[in-house]
């Protein structure tokens, strides 16, 4: 995860919750997984903010860092089109934010050769344990 910026602001090399916490932005609606886990970013640090507006749709949170309204927390594939824009910027977050993500498929010894190289990419990513 990462964070969308006006490019207007002065903004560190990695954001942090107590940073960001002071700052107006905006988030995924509460009833969403990501919503969840930028709350917990917060809340480890101790803080609970509320976001001046919480949307559901990613590209609408880009407009809103684009027109210098706020900053937003977001997938970094959802930004890769935002990278060269002159009104924007780019953050890391710190501590880190990740996405969970499983994957659940059969063992029933059908081997699909789709199946199996997504399979193999996402088994050299794999934390260990």
């Known amino acids: 995860m990462v964070v969308l910026l006006p490019a207007a602001w002065k903004a560190p090399k990695r954001v942090t919750p107590d940073w960001l916490a002071g700052k107006r932005w905006a988030s995924f609606a509460p009833a969403t997984q990501m919503h969840g886990l930028i709350a917990g970013w917060f809340g480890q640090a101790g803080h609970h903010p509320r976001p001046f507006l ?10 809103l860092a684009a027109a210098s309204q706020s900053a937003v927390i977001l997938p970094l ?18 501590p880190r934010l990740m996405r969970p993500m499983a994957v659940a498929h059969r063992r029933d010894g059908s081997h699909n050769p789709a199946a199996a190289a997504v399979l193999a990419v996402l088994a050299a990513f794999a934390l260990p344990g």
């Open 77 to 94: 594939e959802e930004v890769e089109d935002q990278l060269q824009l002159p009104g924007v910027q780019v953050r890391h977050l710190w």
């Open 54 to 63: 919480t949307l559901s749709y990613p590209g609408a949170l880009k407009s």
